[in-house]
């Protein structure tokens, strides 16, 4: 039987946060702008029409929690959303919380220059941050 296995080039660059009934949620680790990921738990899928049907719903509806959640949590201006995965090639979708005065407005946040690490242990706690907002949202519904 093959094991779901994240992508070394997102286990590298975030930490888990949360886990949906589909979809790992990662933060990405870059302390200058809120950046969740979800991940599709779902081997050899590259591309959200790959999905089953009932995941592609799931998948939607997790997304949309996970935008709630992101603003929430950081009360952005404009939320950007995408699954790019040009350099990646397994399915993940990018929760960007944007902000007027970020590193990369008005323009997208792939590329920018700027981007910086989480100091210490903050990468760790932001994770945990936002595991208590998911599980916040989840007793509340």
Same mark, same amino acid.
């Given at each position: 039987?093959?094991?779901?296995?994240?992508?070394?080039?997102?286990?590298?660059?975030?930490?888990?946060?949360?886990?949906?009934?589909?979809?790992?949620?990662?933060?990405?680790?870059?302390?200058?702008?809120?950046?969740?990921?979800?991940?599709?738990?779902?081997?050899? &899928?590259?591309?959200?029409?790959?999905?089953?049907?009932? *995941?592609?719903?799931? @998948?939607?509806? +997790?997304? =949309?929690?996970?935008? $709630?959640?992101?603003?929430?949590?950081?009360?952005?201006?404009?939320?950007?959303?995408?699954?790019?995965?040009?350099?990646?090639?397994?399915?993940?979708?990018?929760?960007?919380?944007?902000?007027?005065?970020?590193?990369?407005?008005?323009?997208? &946040?792939?590329?920018?220059?700027?981007?910086?690490?989480? *100091?210490?242990?903050? @990468?760790?706690? +932001?994770? =945990?941050?936002?595991? $208590?907002?998911?599980?916040?949202?989840?007793?509340?519904?």
């Amino acid at each position: 039987m093959d094991t779901f296995l994240l992508h070394r080039r997102l286990a590298e660059d975030t930490a888990l946060a949360f886990e949906l009934p589909l979809c790992s949620v990662l933060l990405m680790n870059d302390a200058t702008v809120p950046w969740l990921i979800l991940v599709p738990r779902r081997l050899g &899928v590259r591309e959200i029409h790959e999905l089953e049907r009932a *995941d592609r719903m799931i @998948l939607m509806e +997790e997304l =949309a929690f996970a935008s $709630k959640v992101s603003c929430a949590l950081y009360s952005p201006d404009k939320l950007n959303i995408g699954a790019l995965g040009n350099i990646v090639d397994q399915l993940h979708i990018h929760v960007v919380s944007r902000f007027r005065a970020d590193r990369a407005w008005p323009g997208p &946040v792939w590329g920018a220059n700027g981007a910086r690490a989480y *100091d210490g242990e903050g @990468l760790a706690a +932001e994770a =945990a941050r936002v595991r $208590k907002a998911f599980e916040d949202g989840l007793n509340s519904a």
